[in-house]
């Protein structure tokens, strides 16, 4: 789980801004931001370089592990 819409909310960056930064559609971001697939590792240190945010501030600990 990330927390990539909650940030970029926060900041008030759009995700179309955030996927030409990363060179992505914004169909990619956006599965990202609504947590339906999860960025690659690669590519999540590239986020937070690009949002100046700890890669640590992206990611949620998944609540419904049994």
């Given at each position: 789980?990330?927390?990539l819409k909650e940030i970029l909310?926060?900041?008030?960056i759009k995700q179309t801004?955030?996927?030409?930064?990363?060179?992505?559609?914004?169909?990619m971001v956006n599965g990202y931001a609504c947590n339906r697939q999860q960025p690659p590792l690669e590519t999540l240190y590239k986020i937070a370089e690009i949002l100046q945010v700890s890669?640590?501030?992206?990611?949620?600990?998944d609540k419904k592990k049994i």
């Open positions: 789980m990330n927390r909310h926060e900041k008030g801004w955030l996927a030409e930064k990363l060179g992505k559609s914004f169909k890669v640590k501030d992206l990611l949620v600990e």
